[in-house]
């Protein structure tokens, strides 16, 4: 299999990712698709970003998440040179709970 993400295979499952409706439906399908820790993980992950985002240091992230130094600054890199998908996401969130 390719190392890139940007696979026939990554793009169908996205695809069917897109067409869950609602929080509860995201839950029965990564709950049957994905083991609890790599869900956990991905979790880790996104609350890793919104903290460095909200600006906490290493040591107040790792203590709020239990993250590794070493997966804080894999999320902190990306953060900062990635696809900018994180603020993407934040944004959203942000505006729908204006709402």
């Known amino acids: ?3 890139t993400i940007r696979t026939q295979f990554v793009k169908e499952f996205l695809e069917a990712v ?3 409706e609602s929080v509860d439906e ?3 399908f990564f709950e049957d698709v994905c083991t ?3 869900v956990q993980s ?3 992950r996104f609350a890793v970003a919104k903290l460095l985002k909200d600006g906490k240091t290493y ?3 790792a203590n709020e998440t239990g993250a590794s130094t070493a997966t804080i600054s ?3 890199r990306s953060l900062n040179y990635g696809n900018a998908s994180y603020d993407k996401v934040f944004a959203r969130l942000e505006e729908k709970n204006k709402a």
């Open 36 to 38: 609890v820790k790599e």
């Open 42 to 44: 991905i979790a880790q």
């Open 26 to 28: 995201c839950m029965d």
């Open 59 to 61: 040591a107040e992230v």
């Open 18 to 20: 897109l067409t869950l």
């Open 74 to 76: 894999r999320v902190n």
């Open 1 to 3: 299999m390719e190392k």
